[in-house]
């Protein structure tokens, strides 16, 4: 930007049980929103933002990336804790960054990556309510992971797109689909050039079906090459899953080298 502003890039985290999703709505209730007026009131000036992945209601993030472009001069703390001041306790920033005038939050990611923790229990879960999902059958994690090895690669991921998606195509490229256990969790990691609105949770919904026994890891292929969403299982709930990272190139000068995966939480190792 011109004009002496510069351009701030920020790394976010939240839970996003109580929102209705990242984009801003005339009601102001989105984790935009709170961000936008956080950030403007420490800027004195209206502050737009730009984020890498815009996240449904009730999924959360562990790192999620933004910019933004301001003419106010504030130290790098008061866009960390000084905005944090003006959030709920339910969103936070974890870093600020001072980028280069051309970084865009969205269109420079190379990749983003979702993580889905699903608690496998009979019983549903109290304390990790809206945290994670849940699912109370037994299921075959080493199955389901057969049946995900289908998803890698250039696919036309149509079965998997919600109706109200505004995608420009619907052909992205995954290039991490793995599933494992960890006790009574199963986890569920994604990573892909970009993703189709409610993608995640359909294809989670999808493996499940495997995983309990009423598909085999044979059928995925049947179900992209089909490119009809009414074949594929209802989409799951948004619960458990997080937007836990982007990767960019190096050039940026971005905390891990631009490489922002947040770790599998400490609670489920």
Known sequence: MGGGGVRFALCIEYDGSTYQGWQSQPHGQTLQDHLERALSSIAGERIHVVAAGRTDAGVHAHAQIIHFDTLALRPLQAWVRGVNAHLPGTIAVRWARAVAEDFHARFCARNRSYRYILYNHPIRPALQRGRVGWYHRPLDAQAMAAAAV???GEHDFS?????????????????????SR???????????TGFLHHMVRNMVGALLWVGYGKETATWFPTLLAARNRTLAPPTFMPDGLYFVGVDYDIRWNLP??????APLPSLLI
């Open 150 to 152: 289908h998803l890698l």
């Open 159 to 179: 079965t998997f797109r919600a109706s109200e998606c505004q995608a420009r195509s619907p052909v992205k490229t995954l290039l991490k689909a793995d599933v």
């Open 182 to 192: 960890r006790d009574e969790y199963l986890v569920f990691e994604f990573q892909a």
């Open 256 to 261: 891990q080298g631009g490489r922002i995966i």
